[in-house]
């Protein structure tokens, strides 16, 4: 097997809304993502894969390192890969990544060798982001690309069917002491979850985001990984093990790189 060595540098491509909206703040609105729950998942992803350490894992789309530290310190050899500097860099702070292992790219253009990682992890809705259908599918073909042969793909993807009939048009909270207004809604053509955040201080707006991500149903999904040379091989609708319908809270498929 090949060791999950640098191959070649990854451009970062064009300046987009992911490029901007995880930072700081991000990991204010966010907060409820805890160290805690990621070691849940984690502890189930491992009992499912029926994987064991030191198996090479990469998760795509890090952002501050939940996921690699409680894979680290299940023994595993845990990488990390995302396009936010800010999180990195909080993950390095508060010592949630081995540095050398931690790296800043595009998933769509992975600075890896060929079959080198037993499993990749895309947690999160971290899919989908991207202006075509196209950037989304290379992104899957370079998983294939650098799984081990029989190597494992977790998806973790929010649930369309259940987005479209449950979606909440715009709600305020606070954090810290900012008043933060959310603005959602579904753009039928090309089909995405759009989101617009607003984080005010008095009557004054000091910082917007948006969120895009393409509605991408289970069969399009399955089309996808299996064009890429994965086979999926489970689907579930939760981190409980449930089975996937359409009212699930999320869309988790596992596939398998074929031989």
Request: charged share 25%.
């Amino acid at each position: 097997m090949n060791s999950p060595s640098h191959d070649r540098e990854a451009p970062l491509q064009e300046s987009a809304w992911y490029q901007q909206s995880f930072g700081v703040d991000y990991l204010q609105l966010y907060q409820h993502r805890s160290p805690q729950e990621a070691a849940d998942t984690i502890r189930w992803l491992i009992n499912e894969l029926k994987i064991s350490p030191p198996a090479n894992v990469l998760d795509l789309a890090c952002g501050s390192g939940r996921h690699c530290t409680s894979l680290t310190e299940t023994g595993f050899s845990a990488f990390g890969l995302d396009i936010s500097l800010p999180l990195l860099v909080e993950g390095k702070k508060s010592g949630s990544y081995i540095e050398h292992r931690s790296v800043r790219g595009d998933m769509r253009q992975l600075p890896y060798k060929a079959n080198c990682f037993d499993v990749i992890l895309s947690l999160f809705t971290s899919f989908g982001y991207f202006s075509s259908e196209t950037e989304d599918q290379q992104v899957l073909n370079e998983v294939g690309r650098v799984l081990t042969s029989g190597g494992q793909y977790v998806l973790d993807f929010l649930n369309a069917p259940l987005v479209e009939s449950t979606l909440v048009p715009q709600d305020e909270s606070k954090i810290r002491g900012k008043r933060v207004y959310i603005r959602r809604w579904i753009d039928r053509s090309p089909k995405r979850v759009e989101k617009r955040i607003y984080i005010h201080e008095k009557e004054d707006v000091i910082r917007q985001y948006r969120e895009s991500v393409r509605l991408y149903t289970d069969k399009e999904l399955r089309t996808m990984m299996n064009e890429a040379g994965l086979t999926v091989s489970s689907v579930f609708g939760n981190y409980d093990g449930s089975l996937y319908s359409k009212d699930s809270p999320r869309l988790i498929l596992i596939g398998v790189k074929d031989a």
